[in-house]
DNA sequence: CTCATTTATACTCATTATGAGTATAATGGA
DNA sequence: TCCATTATACTCATAATGAGTATAAATGAG
């Protein structure tokens, strides 16, 4: 094809080095379950399930399937890719005209928590990795224990205190839950996580709290926290999380659970009934107090329907 | 390391080809001149600038920073990632212990319009491939062109209408400007586009208007319009496509571009007044009429900040 | 120089959406 | 029966939106 030509030697002489990449595939999966937001791990918590794509796998989503699967057990629903980064210099080295580098491919998917097979297969709290970032009961920890370390970073900066200012809501801005990956990649340049200190970053100080991760299986975490708290509010998606039938009470909770913040009762149910994704069962949930009325999603939600609309002031004719 | 044994083996042998997998950077560079919305291609229309990922390459952003500056000698500004997929099964071809993949990683960046070198190097009007996303001079194109075509493939299937309303924003459904792609995606699966007769899928009608690119860049082309009709309303991120100091009216025919929607004027204003995010400069813009103030974003827009905020009902202490 | 034409800005106003509560209704158990 | 608990229903002030109208400052034709 001439289009080949045209688009390869415009400009520059071709090199004949062929790459040989690897390209591994890596899975967050996600679960509500009561208050808690956990996500499936292997090696105790360290790692996500991950592995090479193979040529048995038709897509990158099939090979991100097989490879949960072979290793949890857990079956897979709803899944979506988060972002695809090339490891720097990890491995590069050259061999003949070939040469080594690794690619990955990053996964989100929403389940519910089921008991998993394997030894070290396991659910963590996700907010074990950034306790900061769960202000449900405590909003003011960041307050009381990092902010310190993190004004020994800003120093005299002005430029540097209005990015934490901004990051982490401190100061008059507001804190906004949407940018977790923002704030943990703030801290790793700061030197403030471990991983940092692992990967040769200088350190600026005392380790804050939150556990450490394999590779930057962490700073994936964020990015799919990230993810999934910014889609919440214009995606119908906390359906891939909860069960059949639920209580309005538990759909906050679970909302309350990937937000890391407490909302407010009234207007939460308010918006519900404004978007109309839901509908009644003839059932009730049991337990203290008046019995809730238990709620499913509409089937007609299958259409990927965007549930907040434009921004923009539009124009009518 | 014992995580790794842990993480590759559970549950099933491992295999022992090592797999060969090439990498492709491919972007998508737009910008908006005047009241166009423009991307850069090579070979007359037909690809975006591209090239596989390579050794002395620091990073995939640096891959393809290099590839567009050789390829176009086009300057690059903010760029972000797209979407990574896997060509299905082209090329999967074993030799030896040694298999053949591609991979291609998508970029979408944001620029200015200069002119540029290379005989097939031009700047594209976005809409050629799409007519039916720009609604600005004319939103009935759909129903006039291409909604019969839709109506034979929905047939009496309750399920299909629907999707095609959602879609297309008929019969009382709104319009939303951000499903291009689900827009793009939904016409291939009709064998609407003629991508779609290329690739063996069948075909039910006639082809609508819309010109055709190689492989599945127009797929790729209509992901960047998504996203970035759907970013400029949370991120300020218009900033990259104007002119150091610009006009109220010259950003707004740049949103409107993009968006392919008219804005309200007066609404349009006391929306960029309330995010605060210019500031006047001192001079006028020539021209019939009024000479418009000039107007510069301010610099404190550097702290990446969203521009709206949470739509959920949270909860006070 | 005056006035029609053009584009820029400033206000207005009804309707919705949002944040923050208060009041009332069902339960099970002491 | 009364109380602790949880569920639902309303209320109300304020902010954000959608849709216009009115006024200001240029240019160019006559």
Redesign the pocket.
Known sequence: MSYDNAKRDSGSVMKTVIQTIHAELIAVLVAVTGSVPRVLTLADGSAFPAGPLELTHRSLQAGVRAWVERQTHHPLGYIEQLYTFADPTRGATVAGDQAERSISISYLGLTREIASGGDTVSWQNIYRYFPWEDRRSDPTLIERTIRAEMGRWVGTSAERAARVNACFGLDGSPWNEDLALSRYELLYEMGLVREAARDGQSNNGEFIPGAMMHADHRRILATALSRLRAKIKYRAIVYELMPESF???ELQRCVEALAGQRL????F???LA?QNLLEETAH??P???????LFRFRAALLAERAIA????????P
């Open positions: 209580s309005l009470l407010h009762k009234s207007n149910r308010r918006l404004s009730y949930a337990g203290v107090g008046r019995p809730a009325k609309g434009t921004r923009l002031p539009i124009a009518r």
